[in-house]
C-alpha cells in the first residue's frame, strides 16, 4: 500500500507571508498532482508533475517533484487570503497496476489572514 | 472545456429513501470516478469505470450501487443509507484509468442521510 504523508496538516498565516507544503513518500510515483479545494467544492486541480526535479510555476505558486520521484513540495509566495483553502498532493502509482487509482495525502488546511 | 458536472448539489434524504447522483462529464474521459469525502479529510475513492466496465470496487457496501450507462454519463444510486453515509459525494473524470492522465473532480453532491 502506497502512502503520501503531507504535512504540515494546518497552516494559519498571515497576508504576505511565505509556506511550503511537503508530501513525502517511500514509493516511486508516475506524476503526483495538486489540488486546492473550498470548502463544499470539489478539488481544483492546480498542476501535474511528471518528471523528476521538474519545477513548475503557477503565479505566486511553485511547484516540486523529487528527483527519485518520491516528494514534492508546494511553495507559495506572499500569500493572499484567497489562497485559504484545502491543498492536496495525489500521487498515481509507477508500477502501472493501479488502474486509475490516485493515493492522496492527508491535506493542508492553509487559512490566510489579512 | 474541462468540467465535471454534478446534480444535484445538496441532498436530504431519510434512510429508507431511494435517490440517485448524477454525473456528466463532455471531455470524452474514458474512466470515470466515484469518491466519498469527510469534511477536511482526503477523498476516499469509491468506484472506478474504465470504458463503462466497473473496474475497481473498493468494498463499497451494497447500498452504494453504481451505473454507468455511457461513456459521458455515470449514476450512483443510493438505498437504505445510514447517518454516517452523510458526506460530500465526488464524481471525477480522467482520458484514461491506469496511466498518468490527470483526474478531473465535480463539485461534489454534499449528502445528509437523516
Known amino acids: 500500500t502506497q502512502l503520501l504523508e503531507q504535512s504540515p496538516q494546518f497552516l494559519s498565516i498571515q497576508e504576505g507571508e511565505n509556506l511550503t507544503v511537503y508530501c513525502n513518500s517511500s514509493?516511486?510515483?508516475?506524476?503526483l498532482q495538486w489540488y486546492r479545494q473550498e470548502p463544499g467544492e470539489g478539488p481544483v486541480l492546480l498542476v501535474t508533475v511528471v518528471t523528476g526535479g521538474e519545477v513548475k510555476k503557477l503565479k505566486r505558486l511553485t511547484f516540486q517533484f523529487g528527483d527519485a520521484r518520491k516528494d514534492s513540495s508546494l511553495h507559495i509566495t506572499a500569500a493572499q487570503p484567497g489562497d485559504t483553502g484545502l491543498y492536496l498532493c495525489?500521487?498515481?502509482?509507477?508500477?502501472?497496476?493501479?488502474?486509475?487509482?490516485?493515493?492522496f495525502g492527508q491535506g493542508t488546511i492553509l487559512t490566510v489572514h489579512p | 472545456d474541462t468540467e465535471v458536472t454534478q446534480t444535484p448539489k445538496h441532498l436530504v434524504m431519510g434512510m429508507t429513501n431511494k435517490k440517485s447522483l448524477k454525473c456528466e462529464q463532455h471531455m470524452g474521459h474514458r474512466a470515470m470516478y466515484w469518491y466519498k469525502q469527510k469534511a477536511k479529510k482526503p477523498p476516499e475513492l469509491m468506484f472506478v469505470y474504465s470504458y463503462e466496465k466497473l473496474s475497481i470496487n473498493e468494498s463499497v457496501p451494497s447500498r452504494f450501487s453504481p451505473e454507468c450507462p455511457n461513456s459521458s454519463l455515470l449514476n450512483l444510486h443510493l438505498h437504505a443509507l445510514q447517518p454516517e453515509d452523510s458526506a460530500l459525494y465526488l464524481c471525477?473524470?480522467?482520458?484514461?484509468?491506469?496511466?498518468?492522465?490527470?483526474?478531473?473532480f465535480g463539485p461534489g453532491t454534499r449528502l445528509t442521510v437523516l
Open positions: 471525477a473524470s480522467s482520458r484514461r484509468a491506469g496511466t498518468s492522465h490527470e483526474q478531473f
Open positions: 514509493s516511486v510515483f508516475s506524476s
Open positions: 495525489a500521487g498515481r502509482d509507477a508500477g502501472g497496476t493501479s488502474y486509475g487509482k490516485l493515493t
